[in-house]
Structures are given as structure tokens and as C-alpha cells.
């Protein structure tokens, strides 16, 4: 151990004998992990304190904007001028992150399972 190491470990254990870390929001509750095993690993410290400051890199804001405008269209009856509107946004946001190499395939699993849905009942 290096003697900075040394230095930050005995303050690290003379602040928990003070009880300095007693108080602590989420103290005594297990830690909520993100998974970031999609995010490539030499990006991953960079993304996660880019995620506590607030911010999120453009694919991941675009894909929670898409995830929203998704969940604004099943609400939307087709008939509606709003849901060509949702619909053509949220098309621009597919075609952007195919285009960035993401998957959008969490976009499409209520439509693959309407798909299903209908066969089996055409099939009956």
C-alpha cells in the first residue's frame, strides 16, 4: 500500500469510529447497481459519473426519449393528430440509433407480441 492509500484508510476509519458515515442517505439499504454491461468497459467511469453529475450521453437520452414517446403512443388513439406526430419522432429517433450502432428492439416488443397475439387468434 502506498503511503497515500495509508493516509485515506486510517482517515476512512477514524471518520466511521466518529460515526461521520452513520447518517448517510440509503445507510443500512442495499446499493442499487446500474447495469452497464451493455457500455463498452474502457467507458464506463466516464458514463457513470457523466450519469451522477446528471447527464447522459446522446444514444442513452435519445433511447429514454424514444422509451417516452413509445409509451405516448399507445395512449394516443390512431385517429388522433397527435399520434402521426409521435409517430413520425419517434421513427427519426429508431433511424438515429440504429444509426449509432444501438438495438431497438425494446421499441418493438408490443408490437411483436399484438403480432402473436393476432396470428393465434387468426389460427384458432
Same mark, same amino acid.
Given at each position: 500500500?502506498?503511503?497515500?492509500?495509508?493516509?485515506?484508510? *486510517?482517515?476512512?476509519?477514524?471518520?466511521?469510529?466518529? =460515526?461521520?458515515?452513520?447518517?448517510? !442517505?440509503?445507510?443500512?439499504? !442495499?446499493?442499487?447497481?446500474?447495469?452497464?454491461?451493455?457500455? !463498452?468497459?474502457?467507458?464506463?467511469?466516464? #458514463?457513470?459519473?457523466?450519469?451522477?453529475?446528471? #447527464?447522459?450521453?446522446?444514444?442513452?437520452?435519445?433511447?429514454?426519449?424514444?422509451?417516452?414517446?413509445?409509451? @405516448?403512443? *399507445?395512449?394516443?388513439?390512431?385517429?388522433?393528430?397527435?399520434?402521426?406526430?409521435?409517430?413520425?419522432?419517434?421513427?427519426?429517433?429508431?433511424?438515429? @440509433?440504429?444509426?449509432? =450502432?444501438?438495438?431497438?428492439?425494446?421499441?418493438?416488443? =408490443? #408490437?411483436?407480441?399484438?403480432?402473436?397475439?393476432?396470428?393465434?387468434?387468426?389460427?384458432?
Amino acid at each position: 500500500m502506498s503511503l497515500v492509500d495509508e493516509w485515506a484508510e *486510517r482517515h476512512i476509519q477514524q471518520a466511521q469510529r466518529h =460515526g461521520e458515515f452513520d447518517n448517510l !442517505p440509503g445507510y443500512g439499504k !442495499p446499493l442499487a447497481l446500474d447495469d452497464d454491461s451493455a457500455v !463498452p468497459e474502457d467507458l464506463r467511469v466516464g #458514463y457513470r459519473l457523466l450519469k451522477n453529475a446528471g #447527464y447522459l450521453p446522446t444514444e442513452l437520452q435519445d433511447r429514454k426519449d424514444a422509451l417516452r414517446l413509445a409509451d @405516448l403512443l *399507445r395512449g394516443v388513439a390512431e385517429e388522433d393528430s397527435q399520434h402521426q406526430v409521435i409517430s413520425a419522432r419517434l421513427r427519426l429517433l429508431e433511424i438515429k @440509433l440504429q444509426q449509432a =450502432g444501438m438495438s431497438t428492439d425494446f421499441l418493438h416488443h =408490443g #408490437y411483436q407480441q399484438r403480432l402473436q397475439q393476432h396470428f393465434q387468434a387468426a389460427g384458432k
